[in-house]
């Protein structure tokens, strides 16, 4: 049974269900941020992830930085597993640039989430799923 934690569901944008993650968009419009939850109930660690699902989890997290990577231009790409706030295990992908308001320090808590307006917001859903397809492989 795979429930998102009510957190991440009242921050995020489903995009895609991967094998092993959901795909979810922060519904913040400062950084292309996507978020990968594994579908495993209870897990809050990556080691507690049996190997054939942190094989996995590997793959799904280095195919969504790359696509976003693709998609934006970033100049680096941020990817994080924290859950200080949020303890079901979950992977911060964030697409990075020199000139954006954080730069260099850690978008975490750097200033108020700016959320998405709906016309953008359908645009750039079509552009994601688009370049993230079925996830890696």
């Excluded at 959901?22 to 209870?42: A, E, F, K, T, Y």
């Excluded at 942190?54 to 680096?76: F, P, V, Y």
């Excluded at 079901?88 to 308001?101: G, K, N, S, Y």
Aim: aromatic letters at 8%.
């Amino acid at each position: 049974m795979f429930d998102l934690h009510p957190r991440l569901q009242a921050d995020t944008i489903p995009v895609v269900d991967w094998p092993l993650c959901r795909i979810l968009l922060m519904n913040d419009c400062s950084w292309p941020w996507l978020i990968l939850v594994p579908r495993r109930h209870g897990v809050t660690e990556i080691h507690e992830l049996d190997a054939c699902d942190r094989e996995t989890l590997i793959q799904e997290m280095a195919h969504a930085s790359r696509q976003l990577q693709n998609l934006t231009g970033a100049d680096k790409m941020n990817v994080a597993a924290l859950g200080n706030m949020v303890p079901q295990l979950h992977i911060h992908v964030i697409a990075r640039f020199t000139t954006d308001p954080a730069w260099p320090k850690p978008v975490f808590g750097f200033q108020a989430p700016a959320p998405y307006d709906a016309e953008f917001l359908a645009n750039h859903m079509a552009e994601l799923i688009n370049a993230l397809g079925d996830g890696p492989g």
